[in-house]
């Protein structure tokens, strides 16, 4: 007995929405220029900009980091 990749417990699997894959617009043109220029930032780690100490424990420094495409905290 074959298995029905498009079957999920008997029951027809729904085909995907067209817009799925497709990025919102507001998303695709990247963030305003001024947020990134405004954000006091000391390095780029991949696609995030590090900024201010936020908090320091026995383990781990944490610090606010923005991602550049989506302008994300």
């Known amino acids: 007995m074959g298995m029905d990749s498009g ?16 990025p919102p617009s507001s998303l695709s043109s990247g963030p305003p220029g001024d947020i990134l220029r405004n ?3 000391t390095k780029r780690v991949g696609n995030y900009l590090i ?13 606010e980091g923005l991602h550049v495409t989506t302008a994300e905290k």
């Open 39 to 41: 954000f006091y930032h």
């Open 51 to 63: 900024g201010r100490k936020l908090g320091e424990g026995s383990f781990a420094k944490v610090r």
């Open 7 to 22: 079957r999920i417990w008997g029951m027809k699997a729904p085909a995907p929405a067209a817009t799925e894959n497709t």
